[in-house]
């Protein structure tokens, strides 16, 4: 269905009454990250974020605050909106499930899959968890309390709608186990395999009652109910397409390129969301992929230890791209990471401070001493076997970084991009482009010296954009370089060999 030049990146859409924090942030960063480099590369490219606003916990907070729910949502989303102009996101759209068309479109497949007769009304008794809005089997259930979240359970019986879930269920393991790139990294594959093929797939409750739930979407087939928040957020992937641009998009961008979940939330996209879309004759994401927890100095993050960590202030004391560059340089994403202050400080002054800002900063003084500010040709090699080394990495890291975010490898991505670095500093130190300055003789090493760095700087801001935008336009406007990171970039801005001589900084 999708146009091969599309890509289409989605983050979950987060849970309206939480207050943003570093795991919302580390998945908007990452999507962002694939947005601004593919479209950079010329792909058609859509980036979806959003919120999430029905539900009980949405329900009791806005009665709490003696407040309607739907003007409890319009306070509490600007919250996040804020957070990421100030973070760089590039979204696309940002969608809500209180957006009108969103519940329309929710009803029109819900009606679908009633009319042919994969939603039926049947009996249930199970614990129920209000804080996760979920039922629990008997067996889940230890000492009276959740397994998820551990808070008190209750005993409830009622009639509800369910939809036949569990007839996909080899339908869905045929699927996993033909497309490797589906469920990623393979550690979260193995695990819903694991899962869907020692246990039988049960049906799916996608409603709850009027009478204990008012805040969602009416079912379209029945007024006394309204769906289950899970079928109501999860279709927002397909319902943006249809509503959120500039004409209908499904056509030219679904199925997903990817969806970039939490790993808590893997099962409920990799089985929910794909029986759904079976049921709906639609296709597959191509890739779901689930990436890990931060815990804070080793510890579980909760609002009673006190120790949430708050992006706003992260931005407020390190700046947006030294906290994007943290968040995907400290751990390989789809693992879990601990995020401690000590360890960002010490990030940003070996890496940011005394790496790339260290090298721009050498490499500009000694243009404006050395060559009156205008870029020189090459002359003769300074040091022939380090300027061999970093062509050679050089001419190779697009292809790897390319390679590298198709993977979601971005920390390998930066310490390769690094590794640039360091080998142009270890070159600059070497060199001695000061030493060479005071002999005539020497003038063309020096010349070949700036030439290398100021190239490597080039190629180097065009590399880290999509994960440093702002620090890449101010080091592409320092070099005196015209790109326009607005707009794809010609092939030309990849190579190692694009002209650089003459430009004044």
Same mark, same amino acid.
């Given at each position: 269905?999708?146009?091969?030049?599309?890509?289409?990146?989605?983050?979950?859409?987060?849970?309206?009454?939480?207050?943003?924090?570093?795991?919302?942030?580390?998945?908007?960063?990452?999507?962002?990250?694939?947005?601004?480099?593919?479209?950079?590369?010329?792909?058609?490219?859509?980036?979806?974020?959003?919120?999430?606003?029905?539900?009980?916990?949405?329900?009791?907070?806005?009665?709490?605050?003696?407040?309607?729910?739907?003007?409890?949502?319009?306070?509490?989303?600007?919250?996040?909106?804020?957070?990421?102009?100030?973070?760089?996101?590039?979204?696309?759209?940002?969608?809500?499930?209180?957006?009108?068309?969103?519940?329309?479109?929710?009803?029109?497949?819900?009606?679908?899959?009633?009319?042919?007769?994969?939603?039926?009304?049947?009996?249930?008794?199970?614990?129920?968890?209000?804080?996760?809005?979920?039922?629990?089997?008997?067996?889940?259930?230890?000492?009276?309390?959740?397994?998820?979240?551990?808070?008190?359970?209750?005993?409830?019986?009622?009639?509800?709608?369910?939809?036949?879930?569990?007839?996909?269920?080899?339908?869905?393991?045929?699927?996993?186990?033909?497309?490797?790139?589906?469920?990623?990294? $393979?550690?979260? @594959?193995?695990?819903? &395999?694991?899962?869907?093929?020692?246990?039988?797939? *049960? %049906?799916? !409750?996608?409603?709850?009652?009027?009478?204990?739930?008012?805040?969602?979407?009416?079912?379209?087939?029945?007024?006394?109910?309204?769906?289950?928040?899970?079928?109501?957020?999860?279709?927002?992937?397909?319902?943006?397409?249809?509503?959120?641009?500039?004409?209908?998009?499904?056509?030219?961008?679904?199925?997903?390129?990817?969806?970039?979940?939490?790993?808590?939330?893997?099962?409920?996209?990799?089985?929910?969301?794909?029986?759904?879309?079976?049921?709906?004759?639609?296709?597959?994401?191509?890739?779901?992929?689930?990436?890990?927890?931060?815990?804070?100095?080793?510890?579980?993050?909760?609002?009673?230890?006190?120790?949430?960590?708050?992006?706003?202030?992260?931005?407020?004391?390190?700046?947006? $791209?030294?906290? @994007?560059?943290?968040? &995907?340089?400290?751990?390989?994403?789809?693992?879990? *990471? %601990?995020? !401690?202050?000590?360890?960002?400080?010490?990030?940003?002054?070996?890496?940011?401070?005394?790496?790339?800002?260290?090298?721009?900063?050498?490499?500009?003084?000694?243009?404006?001493?050395?060559?009156?500010?205008?870029?020189?040709?090459?002359?003769?090699?300074?040091?022939?076997?380090?300027?061999?080394?970093?062509?050679?990495?050089?001419?190779?890291?697009?292809?790897?970084?390319?390679?590298?975010?198709?993977?979601?490898?971005?920390?390998?991505?930066?310490?390769?991009?690094?590794?640039?670095?360091?080998?142009?500093?270890?070159?600059?130190?070497?060199?001695?482009?000061?030493?060479?300055?005071?002999?005539?003789?020497?003038?063309?090493?020096?010349?070949?010296?700036?030439?290398?760095?100021?190239?490597?700087?080039?190629?180097?801001?065009? &590399?880290?954009?999509?994960?440093?935008?702002?620090?890449?336009?101010?080091?592409?406007?320092?070099?005196?370089?015209?790109?326009?990171?607005?707009?794809?970039?010609?092939?030309?801005?990849?190579?190692?060999?694009?002209?650089?001589?003459?430009?004044?900084?």
């Amino acid at each position: 269905m999708s146009n091969p030049n599309s890509f289409y990146i989605t983050t979950p859409i987060y849970y309206v009454n939480d207050v943003p924090h570093i795991g919302h942030a580390y998945t908007t960063v990452a999507a962002d990250v694939l947005a601004r480099y593919w479209r950079l590369r010329g792909r058609d490219v859509f980036f979806l974020t959003g919120l999430d606003e029905h539900g009980q916990k949405v329900q009791q907070a806005a009665a709490k605050a003696g407040i309607d729910p739907q003007a409890h949502c319009d306070k509490l989303a600007p919250q996040f909106q804020t957070l990421w102009k100030r973070l760089n996101i590039s979204n696309d759209a940002f969608i809500r499930t209180t957006d009108q068309p969103h519940k329309s479109i929710v009803q029109r497949y819900l009606q679908q899959l009633y009319d042919n007769r994969l939603i039926y009304k049947d009996d249930y008794t199970g614990w129920y968890c209000t804080f996760d809005e979920r039922f629990w089997t008997e067996k889940d259930v230890i000492g009276g309390l959740c397994p998820d979240c551990k808070r008190p359970v209750e005993r409830i019986s009622e009639h509800n709608y369910f939809f036949k879930m569990g007839q996909y269920q080899d339908r869905l393991i045929e699927h996993i186990q033909q497309h490797p790139r589906f469920i990623r990294p $393979d550690s979260r @594959r193995n695990e819903v &395999l694991g899962f869907l093929t020692t246990q039988k797939l *049960g %049906d799916l !409750s996608i409603s709850r009652p009027k009478s204990r739930l008012t805040w969602g979407i009416e079912l379209p087939f029945d007024k006394d109910y309204v769906t289950y928040v899970w079928f109501d957020a999860l279709v927002n992937y397909i319902s943006a397409l249809e509503y959120k641009g500039a004409g209908p998009l499904l056509d030219h961008f679904w199925p997903a390129s990817v969806h970039l979940v939490g790993k808590d939330i893997l099962t409920t996209h990799a089985v929910y969301w794909s029986t759904m879309l079976m049921a709906l004759n639609l296709p597959l994401p191509e890739t779901i992929f689930a990436h890990g927890w931060w815990t804070v100095d080793g510890e579980k993050m909760s609002k009673s230890r006190g120790n949430v960590v708050d992006p706003n202030k992260m931005v407020d004391q390190f700046g947006a $791209d030294a906290f @994007r560059y943290f968040l &995907l340089r400290e751990v390989p994403f789809g693992q879990d *990471g %601990d995020f !401690s202050q000590a360890a960002m400080i010490g990030s940003i002054n070996s890496d940011l401070a005394n790496g790339i800002g260290n090298l721009l900063s050498r490499t500009l003084t000694m243009i404006e001493r050395f060559s009156d500010g205008i870029v020189p040709e090459t002359e003769e090699p300074a040091l022939p076997q380090h300027e061999e080394e970093i062509g050679n990495a050089a001419r190779a890291l697009p292809h790897s970084v390319e390679e590298g975010v198709a993977a979601l490898a971005f920390r390998d991505n930066l310490q390769q991009i690094w590794e640039l670095i360091g080998r142009c500093d270890e070159y600059i130190d070497k060199a001695a482009p000061w030493q060479l300055a005071k002999k005539p003789d020497n003038h063309g090493k020096l010349k070949t010296v700036l030439n290398t760095t100021a190239k490597a700087l080039r190629l180097l801001s065009v &590399l880290i954009y999509p994960y440093m935008p702002q620090t890449a336009v101010q080091l592409a406007q320092q070099l005196g370089l015209s790109f326009d990171f607005s707009k794809p970039l010609s092939e030309i801005s990849y190579k190692w060999a694009a002209p650089i001589t003459g430009i004044k900084i």
